[in-house]
């Protein structure tokens, strides 16, 4: 399953503003845009490469590279991975790996006569994760006659967690229920599937949930505070920049762009209940 990548879809974004001079070096096809994930105690299955489009071009679909030969390694044993069933993902399919905290870990493939390399450490995870509220109540009557003091009386979400410097983290939100129920006029199956939401990085110590996202669907929300590696915070902050200040975008591939990181969470879970 693919994790969370929507939020982390910035890095390309970033890449494509690049500056003309590190096009001029070599043919733009011939740039590998490495986009790759580890989670703590997850399965290694978000590994994403493309070809660097053109600068100024008007080609707006990215190549997929789905034909690497790429190994991951940790702690000096070398796993060999494989293309995934999405075009352009990689992944290991074998139960020996695991993606453990404080752990380095190395990614390195061949390709157009260069080899890629990169390396991440995976953060500890935060800690003292806590929510305000476990239990919230809808009253579809109250609701439906008057949305607004009904949606200003709700209780405030608010998800903390203990300080860490100045590490980012981010929360992600979920609806879990297997056969999610919209909240609308009498409820409803969920006609887009189960509710998602992903904030942005944040570098404070707890985040509090709108309540327009308390108010999607019924039933057992999990949140995930994420605390994310150096080098994605770094990129984050340079991305936060006029990209026209920078003479190339920021990266940690060896021979390549793109980024390889590690995140690692802590949970804690609501209910939406109908009254």
Not at 18 to 36: F, G, M, T
Not at 186 to 215: A, D, H, Q
């Amino acid at each position: 399953m693919k994790k969370i990548s929507v939020l982390l879809l910035i890095p390309l974004l970033f890449f494509l503003s690049c500056e003309k001079e590190i096009l001029q070096q070599s043919d733009p096809e011939d740039i590998i845009v490495v986009e790759a994930f580890l989670y703590a105690g997850e399965s290694v299955d978000n590994i994403y490469l493309t070809a660097l489009l053109p600068y100024g071009g008007t080609d707006t679909v990215f190549q997929v590279i789905s034909d690497a030969e790429m190994t991951l390694t940790h702690n000096e044993n070398t796993y060999q991975l494989e293309p995934a069933d999405s075009a352009g993902f990689y992944k290991y399919s074998g139960n020996d790996l695991e993606i453990i905290e404080g752990d380095k870990y190395q990614i390195e493939f061949d390709y157009y006569d260069k080899t890629i390399i990169a390396e991440t450490v995976v953060p500890d995870a935060p800690t003292g994760v806590t929510i305000s509220d476990t239990d919230i109540y809808i009253d579809e009557d109250e609701l439906l006659a008057n949305p607004r003091e009904f949606i200003q009386n709700l209780p405030q979400i608010e998800i903390n967690w203990d300080e860490s410097g100045d590490d980012y983290f981010y929360v992600l939100v979920e609806n879990i229920e297997e056969n999610p129920v919209d909240i609308e006029l009498g409820g409803g199956s969920g006609k887009f599937g189960n509710f998602k939401f992903i904030s942005t990085p944040v570098k404070v110590n707890s985040y509090r949930l709108l309540p327009l996202i308390i108010i999607q669907q019924y039933g057992t929300h999990l949140i995930r505070v994420f605390k994310v590696n150096k080098e994605y915070a770094d990129l984050y902050e340079s991305v936060e920049q006029d990209s026209r200040n920078l003479n190339e975008p920021l990266t940690n591939i060896t021979n390549g762009l793109g980024i390889f990181t590690a995140f690692s969470c802590d949970s804690v879970y609501f209910e939406v209940v109908q009254q």
